[in-house]
């Protein structure tokens, strides 16, 4: 098979790797091609590794294509799209340094430890008054959003905190909410919000659930920063309806200088980092192998998703 790679960050040496893992197949990259030829390349391919730009499927794919496999968790920007082939995301690859990422911000937001390292880094000795003022993840009731590898792995860990923890998802049957007047109803009494919903989601949490939000409660966002009102989020914040936010992503990316989040002691920001690990792209490439020869094989494939219904 030709397989058309147009994961862009790839080095020489993976490069070489990925044709090892795949000695029998014809691998093509984008980034080793003319401009000019790379949606020429991407027609002919039967698979596909990669997020290729919209506009080359808008363009029509050859009819070649047999599998495709996105190199992210995330695919809001291909929503729709019926490209007639089993096509595979990388969520449950991502799922656990992303909900490392957010339990360990909001961990960091309870114990101020954000607060302590500026502290150590002005060299300025606080003490008893900040002890008093920490806070608990133990015991936490926690509504996280979205069922997928991401929430499953974050409620995983919340466990070994003793949390009280219900998840928010359409259909899923392990799910214990499964509307926005479920998760309404439970705001009330909910101390932690994490939303790990993915960008097809687009507005889900309104400014009717922001402010339905138990007062002095926390909400993090390892999903999508469209997926929230981000406006109402700051406004919540600055009139101390919630106690703070912990955000990996926002609506804006990189986040404007002048943005009022940047400037609030109760906001830890960890700038759309989450998912990354030293080893990301060996990881990628491995998981794509991988993934490949399940479908050459017949076997049932890691991440299936469904661009039409988002998920």
């Given at each position: 098979?030709?397989?058309?790679?147009?994961?862009?960050?790839?080095?020489?040496?993976?490069?070489?790797?990925?044709?090892?893992?795949?000695?029998?197949?014809?691998?093509?990259?984008?980034?080793?091609?003319?401009?000019?030829?790379?949606?020429?390349?991407?027609?002919?391919?039967?698979?596909?590794?990669?997020?290729?730009?919209?506009?080359?499927?808008?363009?029509?794919?050859?009819?070649?294509?047999?599998?495709?496999?996105?190199?992210?968790?995330?695919?809001?920007?291909?929503?729709?799209?019926?490209?007639?082939?089993?096509?595979?995301?990388?969520?449950?690859?991502?799922?656990?340094?992303?909900?490392?990422?957010?339990?360990?911000?909001?961990?960091?937001?309870?114990?101020?430890?954000d607060q302590l390292a500026v502290l150590q880094h002005q060299k300025r000795w606080v003490g008893a008054p900040l002890r008093f003022s920490m806070g608990?993840?133990?015991?936490?009731?926690?509504?996280?959003?979205?069922?997928?590898?991401?929430?499953?792995?974050?409620?995983?860990?919340?466990?070994?905190?003793?949390?009280?923890?219900?998840?928010?998802?359409?259909?899923?049957?392990?799910?214990?909410?499964?509307?926005?007047?479920?998760?309404?109803?439970?705001?009330?009494?909910?101390?932690?919000?994490?939303?790990?919903?993915?960008?097809?989601?687009?507005?889900?949490?309104?400014?009717?659930?922001?402010?339905?939000?138990?007062?002095?409660?926390?909400?993090?966002?390892?999903?999508?920063?469209?997926?929230?009102?981000?406006?109402?989020?700051?406004?919540?914040?600055?009139?101390?309806?919630?106690?703070?936010?912990?955000?990996?992503?926002?609506?804006?990316?990189?986040?404007?200088?002048?943005?009022?989040?940047?400037?609030?002691?109760?906001?830890?920001?960890?700038?759309?980092?989450?998912?990354?690990?030293?080893?990301?792209d060996e990881g990628k490439i491995q998981f794509f192998a991988e993934n490949f020869s399940r479908f050459l094989r017949g076997e049932p494939l890691e991440?299936?998703?469904?661009?039409?219904?988002?998920?």
């Open positions: 098979m030709t397989i058309f790679v147009n994961t862009p960050t790839l080095t020489d040496d993976l490069k070489a790797e990925l044709r090892r893992l795949l000695p029998d197949h014809d691998v093509v990259f984008k980034t080793d091609l003319p401009e000019a030829d790379q949606p020429v390349a991407f027609r002919r391919a039967e698979a596909v590794f990669g997020n290729p730009p919209p506009a080359w499927w808008r363009e029509g794919q050859s009819g070649t294509l047999e599998f495709w496999q996105l190199d992210s968790a995330g695919f809001e920007y291909y929503r729709g799209f019926n490209p007639g082939v089993p096509v595979c995301n990388m969520g449950d690859y991502f799922a656990w340094p992303c909900a490392e990422t957010i339990v360990a911000g909001i961990l960091a937001h309870y114990r101020h430890i608990l993840l133990r015991g936490k009731r926690v509504v996280i959003l979205g069922a997928g590898g991401i929430g499953r792995a974050v409620r995983q860990m919340l466990g070994g905190f003793e949390c009280r923890v219900q998840t928010l998802a359409r259909t899923a049957p392990e799910a214990e909410l499964h509307s926005v007047e479920d998760l309404r109803a439970v705001l009330p009494d909910t101390g932690l919000v994490v939303n790990c919903l993915p960008g097809t989601a687009k507005g889900f949490f309104t400014a009717e659930l922001i402010d339905a939000m138990q007062p002095g409660s926390v909400f993090a966002n390892v999903g999508r920063g469209s997926t929230v009102d981000e406006a109402a989020l700051v406004a919540a914040l600055q009139r101390g309806h919630l106690g703070g936010a912990v955000l990996d992503v926002t609506a804006i990316e990189p986040l404007p200088a002048d943005h009022p989040l940047w400037a609030m002691p109760n906001v830890i920001l960890t700038q759309h980092t989450a998912g990354g690990q030293r080893s990301e991440n299936r998703v469904d661009l039409g219904k988002g998920y």
